[in-house]
């Protein structure tokens, strides 16, 4: 079993649509959490930190559940801007990054 | 500001060459690290150091040496590099060790020839 598995992508939406991204983590010592996104060629950008209780930052939302040791990501009316691959990153000692899914947002 | 800087944007690079990658923050970071990004992959961490003093080294090959000559610079020196080493090389700096958010540099991306 991977350390952090994410949804397979790539995820393929219209402006508007809302788009939810989850990802699984094995080790349930794990402290922080995060998601980050990568625009095609450029380093990875801090998104969101992940905190137990849920946190919200405009169209994004992000929820832990360390009993199922799962998070996700939701995009409420997505924007061609937010094209990118979205990286659920999980620190248990060192930042382990899952595979990453990739999010096409067409008009 | 959050910014993390690399230089040099591009290298291509010799088997038999040595050069160097740099990196600088001042952010008053005291932890720095140096990741490996080939396409279509996530980054995978190469080393770490820890105020100043390297804390991880991810069984990366000698060829690769890393330096941290103060708090705010990182260096990667390579030498007799392989073309399989060429990929996209990363640099991040977080507030004081490996449970922090990781803030990344723009890259530096290697091609070994």
């Known amino acids: 079993r991977k350390e952090v598995e994410q949804d397979p992508g790539p995820f393929n939406v219209p402006e508007g649509a809302t788009v939810a991204f989850n990802c699984t983590y094995s080790?349930?010592?794990?402290?922080?959490f995060f998601w980050y996104r990568q625009d095609c060629r450029k380093e990875p950008k801090l998104l969101m930190s992940?905190?137990?209780s849920g946190n919200e930052d405009g169209r994004f939302t992000a929820q832990l559940n360390r009993a199922s040791q799962y998070i996700s990501l939701l995009i409420r009316d997505s924007k061609l801007s937010d094209s990118a691959t979205y990286l659920c990153?999980?620190?248990?000692?060192?930042?382990?990054f899952g595979q990453g899914t990739e999010l096409s947002v067409k008009p | 500001d959050t910014e993390v800087t690399q230089t040099p944007k591009h290298l291509v690079m010799g088997m038999t060459n040595k050069k160097s990658l740099k990196c600088e923050q001042h952010?008053?970071?005291?932890?720095m690290y140096w990741y490996k990004q080939k396409a279509k992959k996530p980054p995978e961490l190469m080393f770490v150091?820890?105020?100043?003093?390297?804390?991880i080294n991810e069984s990366v090959p000698s060829r690769f040496s890393p330096e941290c000559p103060n708090s705010s610079l990182l260096n990667l020196h390579l030498h007799a590099l392989q073309p399989e080493d060429s990929a996209l090389y990363l640099c991040?700096?977080?507030?004081?060790?490996?449970?922090?958010?990781?803030?990344f540099g723009p890259g530096t991306r290697l091609t070994v020839t």
């Open positions: 992940v905190y137990s």
């Open positions: 080790n349930s010592a794990s402290q922080s």
């Open positions: 150091y820890s105020y100043e003093k390297l804390s």
């Open positions: 991040a700096s977080s507030q004081v060790g490996e449970m922090d958010e990781q803030y």
């Open positions: 990153v999980v620190n248990g000692g060192k930042l382990i």
């Open positions: 952010m008053g970071h005291r932890a």
